[in-house]
């Protein structure tokens, strides 16, 4: 019988980052975001500000890989556009925590919203051997996705 040579990992790993990539441009074209007037990056910035609650300018800065001075005029935009408040934390003035307002999380809930029907009317487009194909490979995506987020590097 013959055996399948396996592939190395960055001949899967390239395709791969290219394709999560081009995704990744056409899902950010969530026409709720472009009306607000919001960058790629400011609607990054809020969508993990909803997602994680109040959180540390130094920790979006971290979590996102923004510069601390770029993601200061992101936010900074976020704020004049009402859809973000930053405060200083009373116990140390020089942390600052951003916090979704409600009309930071409605437009946040919007731009899920068009995201995941975009991405549901592609699916239905699909044979159905490829949607079984993409929701049996959803588990190991995830994984990835938790390998990523731990930061290893080999």
Same mark, same amino acid.
């Given at each position: ?10 001949? !899967? ?6 394709? /999560?990539?081009?995704? $990744? #441009?056409?899902?950010?074209? @969530? +026409? @709720?975001? !472009?009306?607000?007037?919001? !960058? ?7 969508? +993990?500000?909803?997602? *994680?609650?109040?959180?540390?300018? $130094?920790? /979006?800065?971290?979590? =996102?890989?923004?510069?601390? !001075?770029?993601? $200061? ?6 704020? *004049? ?24 999380? #409605?437009? $946040? =809930?919007?731009?899920?919203? =068009? ?27 995830? #994984?990835?996705?938790? *390998? ?7």
């Amino acid at each position: 019988m013959p055996t399948v040579a396996k592939i190395p990992e960055t001949e !899967t790993a390239a395709p791969l980052r290219a394709l /999560i990539g081009r995704l $990744s #441009r056409h899902l950010r074209r @969530a +026409a @709720a975001g !472009t009306a607000a007037g919001l !960058t790629p990056t400011g609607v990054s910035v809020l969508l +993990a500000v909803v997602r *994680e609650g109040p959180t540390r300018l $130094s920790e /979006i800065a971290a979590a =996102e890989g923004i510069n601390p !001075t770029m993601l $200061s005029r992101v936010v900074s935009d976020l704020v *004049e556009a009402g859809l973000v408040e930053r405060t200083s934390d009373e116990r140390d003035r020089r942390t600052a925590w951003v916090t979704a307002t409600a009309a930071g999380r #409605r437009l $946040s =809930e919007r731009m899920r919203r =068009e995201r995941t029907d975009a991405l549901a009317q592609a699916l239905t487009r699909l044979e159905d051997r490829d949607r079984r194909q993409i929701e049996n490979a959803l588990a190991a995506l995830e #994984r990835l996705a938790e *390998e990523l987020g731990q930061g290893r590097r080999p």
